[in-house]
């Protein structure tokens, strides 16, 4: 039995086209303009010209629903993960912070029960590790307690426990050991990414030729120009324009960038090295005054206003409380960001930054059937993962 969407508003990874998308079982079997050839039993679904899009690759969120992923259950996991889903997420790379040892041993264990548990949520690759080889002058809300340099010793404790459950890892790379850290990274299939850094441009271009080639969410927490003897060098914001195969994610909340600095990145970077992300806490998808950014038990008490997490003192934002829905609403809405590039970026673009975009990312046949529908204002009406409805409905008017 086949299922067909028809007359859907498809968005592809350069245009938006009037037609249908066929599944057979877990992949999209086809895709085209006009009608499918239906065939008894088969199951379809008139959208009526409301939007098809792949589903949203999230590839940097601490948790949501009132849950952190530090939390080191499965059940916070699931939850978590459900609640972005709801927002249109059908991948998922839970974000992990610095902290004591056995704190990041336990989100490993959330995570494996949580693929194994859970059969109606996102799918979840593996794990980003923030930290906690960070640069503390560029902590951000990170607790300097828990950042330190690289240890060989500890970090291969690390990747031999999550034995493949680690996928992205966050450092920064003017560290010392930090070369021979991303090395040891890349061996293991595990993607490094600068962040959290003060590096300069011959440390930045050092760690490319190392092979680390994204950049965590630029402007945050890192370095940007400075002066010295009155000659100036860049930092890794100028970095990663000038070195044009560095890929970026940025916080498209509206809040951690300006719209029109969200514009400049687009136009300079490109759809195709440009990722959204929302680096969400746990208050994401909730109505709260107050919530806690990485585990209840050592986690840093924060604020929330102007729909943004703050840190106590207001000085510092500490996360966003952003879904990846919102993330395409602002760059369509406010950045003016035509809609199939700002699905692009929120999909191929961060399936491909992690490796998977031969799997997921796009409406194409032969990927994995993990699918959205929306509205003009991005309002997610229904999900589906590995050929399977798992939150709401494709059936025009529910």
């Not at 996102?122 to 906690?132: F, R, S, V, W």
């Not at 002058?137 to 690289?150: F, L, S, T, V």
């Not at 970090?155 to 450092?171: H, K, N, Q």
Request: aromatic fraction near 8%; hydrophobic fraction near 40%.
């Amino acid at each position: 039995m086949s299922v067909h969407f028809v007359n859907a508003a498809l968005i592809y990874p350069d245009r938006i086209e009037q037609g249908f998308v066929t599944v057979e079982g877990h992949k999209i079997q086809a895709a085209g303009t006009g009608f499918p050839q239906v065939n008894r039993g088969d199951q379809v679904f008139d959208l009526r010209g409301k939007y098809l899009s792949p589903g949203f690759v999230e590839i940097h969120s601490h948790g949501a629903g009132g849950c952190d992923f530090m939390d080191g259950t499965a059940e916070a996991v699931i939850t978590a993960a459900r609640t972005h889903l709801q927002h249109g997420t059908t991948t998922l790379f839970p974000t992990t912070l610095a902290a004591r040892r056995e704190e990041i041993f336990n989100s490993i264990d959330g995570l494996r029960s949580a693929r194994r548990i859970m059969t109606d949520g996102p799918e979840l690759p593996g794990l980003h590790m923030e930290g906690p080889y960070l640069n503390p002058k560029q902590k951000g809300a990170i607790d300097e307690r828990y950042i330190r340099n690289p240890q060989r010793e500890e970090y291969e404790e690390f990747i031999f426990y999550g034995e493949g459950a680690i996928s992205r890892w966050t450092l920064a790379p003017e560290l010392p050991g930090a070369m021979e850290f991303a090395r040891c990274l890349i061996d293991h299939g595990i993607v490094p990414s600068m962040g959290h850094t003060d590096a300069e441009y011959s440390q930045v271009l050092e760690a490319y030729h190392n092979g680390i080639s994204h950049v965590t969410h630029l402007y945050s927490a890192m370095s940007g120009m400075v002066r010295k003897g009155g000659f100036r060098y860049p930092g890794l914001i100028e970095s990663a324009f000038c070195i044009d195969d560095l890929t970026v994610e940025v916080i498209a909340d509206g809040c951690h960038l300006p719209v029109e600095i969200l514009e400049m990145v687009y136009r300079i970077k490109g759809p195709g090295k440009m990722a959204l992300t929302c680096d969400s806490m746990r208050c994401a998808g909730q109505n709260v005054k107050e919530s806690v950014l990485g585990s209840l038990k050592n986690g840093q008490r924060v604020i929330i206003e102007d729909d943004v997490a703050k840190m106590p003192d207001r000085m510092a934002f500490a996360g966003s409380i952003a879904t990846d829905d919102r993330l395409v609403r602002v760059m369509y809405r406010q950045a003016r960001v035509p809609l199939w590039d700002c699905v692009r970026m929120m999909s191929l673009t961060p399936a491909a930054i992690m490796g998977i975009g031969d799997q997921v990312g796009s409406i194409m046949p032969g990927k994995t059937a993990n699918l959205i529908c929306f509205d003009e204002d991005i309002r997610i009406s229904a999900a589906m993962v590995r050929g399977n409805v798992v939150y709401g409905s494709f059936e025009s008017g529910k």
